[in-house]
């Protein structure tokens, strides 16, 4: 059975997930990550992707992500077309790799930007990683260097992570410093092994 043991880790765009992910996997946890596998899955999909949304987007049977975005961000038809390309590839794979890891009988992480907002996965438990919006938007306007403007409307097509704070069964504060969020992972890992127990 697939997701038993497992723990949906989620947060918003720019909340700091990558950074919580490495200092959990360095902590021991096994983590299945839904971006590389949506990767790797659109890769393969590269000629429905061109058929889609045009042969431009292709480059040695490789997607231009970049390019990709923009067209879904601005368009949100053609991002629910892209969504019913991939999405159940993207379920089958990870659901595939969840019960290989349930086998093991111990708790593990599947790394799911948009866990709330897909309703998809049946796992109970949920960790997200916590960032007040005004960091977001520095994070991503100073990161990614996206204009105020372009910064929101990115944050914007999630749930507020204020929202996803109080669905979440474990929160991570990362509006701190990169030693507070170590001493985040820590607390947290200490909870969720007690909860395991």
Same mark, same amino acid.
């Given at each position: 059975?697939?997701?038993?043991?497992?723990?949906?880790?989620?947060?918003?765009?720019?909340?700091?997930?990558?950074?919580?992910?490495?200092?959990?996997?360095?902590?021991?946890?096994?983590?299945?990550?839904?971006?590389?596998?949506?990767?790797?899955?659109?890769?393969?999909?590269?000629?429905?992707?061109?058929?889609?949304?045009?042969?431009?987007?292709?480059? #040695? /049977?490789?997607?231009?992500?970049? *390019? +990709?975005?923009? =067209?879904?961000?601005?368009?949100?038809?053609?991002? &629910?077309?892209?969504?019913?390309?991939?999405?159940?590839?993207?379920?089958?794979?990870?659901?595939?790799?969840?019960?290989?890891?349930?086998?093991?009988?111990?708790?593990?992480?599947?790394?799911?930007?948009?866990?709330?907002?897909?309703?998809?996965?049946?796992?109970?438990?949920?960790?997200?990683?916590?960032?007040?919006?005004?960091?977001?938007?520095?994070?991503?306007?100073?990161? #990614? /260097?996206?204009?105020?403007?372009? *910064? +929101?409307?990115? =944050?914007?097509?999630?749930?507020?992570?204020?929202? &996803?704070?109080?669905?979440?069964?474990?929160?991570?504060?990362?509006?701190?410093?990169?030693?507070?969020?170590?001493?985040?992972?820590?607390?947290?890992?200490?909870?969720?092994?007690?909860?395991?127990?």
């Amino acid at each position: 059975m697939a997701f038993k043991y497992a723990i949906a880790l989620t947060g918003s765009i720019a909340t700091g997930k990558s950074t919580t992910v490495k200092l959990l996997a360095a902590s021991g946890f096994h983590i299945i990550d839904a971006d590389k596998i949506a990767h790797q899955i659109l890769d393969e999909q590269h000629q429905a992707i061109a058929e889609l949304f045009g042969v431009t987007l292709v480059h #040695e /049977g490789q997607v231009d992500r970049k *390019a +990709l975005g923009a =067209i879904v961000f601005a368009d949100s038809n053609k991002r &629910k077309a892209l969504e019913t390309l991939l999405h159940p590839l993207i379920y089958k794979e990870i659901e595939r790799l969840s019960a290989e890891q349930d086998k093991l009988s111990k708790p593990y992480f599947i790394d799911i930007p948009l866990f709330f907002e897909g309703g998809r996965y049946p796992i109970e438990k949920s960790l997200v990683v916590y960032t007040t919006e005004e960091q977001q938007l520095e994070r991503l306007m100073h990161r #990614e /260097g996206y204009t105020k403007e372009e *910064a +929101l409307k990115r =944050i914007q097509t999630q749930i507020p992570v204020e929202e &996803k704070r109080k669905l979440a069964t474990y929160v991570i504060d990362n509006s701190g410093t990169l030693t507070q969020l170590e001493e985040e992972c820590e607390r947290v890992k200490r909870e969720i092994l007690n909860d395991s127990n």
